[in-house]
């Protein structure tokens, strides 16, 4: 059935994600995969006991719980920012605070700036509303300041997208002078920083993580974070900071979008966080994940050293891998396949066109041991070499 005079514009332009799509393959058995965003579920806590949670059978307040809003300001408090649980949205994951946020400030008329390249799941949103989505020169620490200076003279836009820390897809972590240097522009021109923050805990070195929210002194900000990739992603639960003037019309969104976020959910998570586990968790996590980490380092450079270009992720998940020059990042995703290794190529992480973007592989080491590891490095050292 032909339903396409039913769309919309913007949703008769949306692309199907290779990411959804590819997580077929990660289901299948005999496939090893460095492709998803998924956190290892050996690592996960066991959910707390029903019996311990509040009755949350009925309907809830749209800010979300109360619980889990006062964590939220614990844990922004440790962060350096300062807030009260007015500030404070629980959402169905980030993914939704992203949602609710381009629903409040985007539309046809709206530029939106992001790192190149950037989380693809936050793009496919913004252009959802019909903006326009325009990638800004990075590096290994983040988003150039002066190619932003220029993207804001150029474009005017609404807001600038960042993932500071451990960013997916390129892992890379802002400088203090950096986060500086930006908070210092958006003050000067007035604009909107969404800050993204979900791989906040997943730090395996000592970088500066000073939340760029913070650093900003007039303009207005919203800082995202969650819980999928540090307890349960399964529950959808993440939140939104903002600053005051945001917080009445997030709200208003939220209600109009889904009422609440599920309350078992969030309790459960508020129990978790107020029994005192989370810092003993956290440093398991991170324990587990640089050892990880770690392995694949070793890998790529024994097997692919002098062919690849990639830094070390000090957080997060990802490895931002630059094939040589001439191999297609789709020729290894499909011949790697051919030896049950799965890979994503870096080509829908490019918000706009880049002469750069089929050169890339984004490699997850999460959910995978180190043996897994070394032997998925192999087939790919294997297909690149026969590639390149
Ligand atoms: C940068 C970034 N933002 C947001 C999300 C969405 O996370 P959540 O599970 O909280 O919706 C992800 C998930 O991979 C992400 O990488």
Redesign the pocket.
């Known amino acids: 059935m032909d339903i396409s005079h039913l769309l919309t514009s913007h949703s008769r332009n949306m692309e199907a994600s290779l990411v959804r799509e590819l997580l077929y393959y990660s289901q299948q058995p005999d496939i090893l995969s460095l492709a998803g965003?998924l956190p290892d579920e050996n690592l996960m806590p066991v959910y707390p006991e029903l019996k311990q949670l509040v009755d949350s059978r009925q309907y809830g307040p749209s800010e979300g719980e109360e619980a889990l809003r006062e964590c939220i300001v614990s844990i922004a408090a440790e962060r350096g920012i300062q807030s009260s649980i007015g500030n404070v949205l629980v959402?169905?994951?980030?993914?939704?605070?992203?949602d609710i946020v381009s629903r409040l400030i985007l539309d046809e008329n709206s530029t939106i700036l992001t790192e190149q390249p950037?989380?693809l799941?936050?793009c496919q949103v913004f252009k959802l509303q019909g903006a326009k989505v325009q990638d800004v020169l990075s590096d290994a620490e983040g988003m150039s300041v002066s190619a932003l200076r220029d993207a804001i003279e150029e474009y005017h836009p609404k807001a600038v997208y960042l993932?500071p820390n451990f960013?997916?897809?390129a892992g890379h972590c802002y400088s203090l002078e950096r986060r500086r240097e930006i908070a210092a522009l958006l003050d000067e021109k007035n604009i909107l920083l969404i800050e993204?923050?979900?791989?906040r805990d997943l730090c395996y070195d000592n970088v500066d993580l000073t939340p760029i929210s913070t650093l900003i002194k007039q303009a207005p900000w919203l800082y995202?974070?969650?819980?999928?990739?540090v307890l349960w992603?399964g529950l959808?639960?993440?939140y939104i900071v903002s600053c005051d003037a945001f917080s009445p019309y997030l709200v208003k969104v939220k209600q109009a979008v889904d009422l609440h976020t599920n309350r078992l959910g969030q309790s459960m998570i508020a129990q978790f966080l107020k029994s005192g586990q989370y810092p003993d968790h956290v440093i398991k996590l991170q324990k587990a994940y640089k050892e990880k980490r770690d392995a694949m380092a070793e890998a790529l450079q024994n097997e692919l050293g002098d062919l690849i270009k990639f830094s070390l992720p000090a957080g997060g998940?990802f490895f931002w891998v630059k094939l040589p020059e001439g191999v297609s990042s789709q020729l290894v995703l499909t011949e790697a396949l051919k030896d049950n290794v799965l890979v994503l190529p870096g080509t829908p992480f490019f918000p706009c066109k880049s002469p750069f973007d089929d050169s890339f592989l984004r490699l997850s080491f999460a959910r995978v041991s180190p043996e897994q590891i070394q032997q998925a490095i192999m087939v790919i050292a294997k297909v690149i070499r026969q590639l390149a």
């Open positions: 965003g959402t169905n994951g980030s993914q939704q605070g992203l950037t989380y799941a936050a993932i960013q997916n897809p993204d923050d979900p791989y995202m974070g969650s819980f999928s990739k992603p959808r639960t993440g998940m």
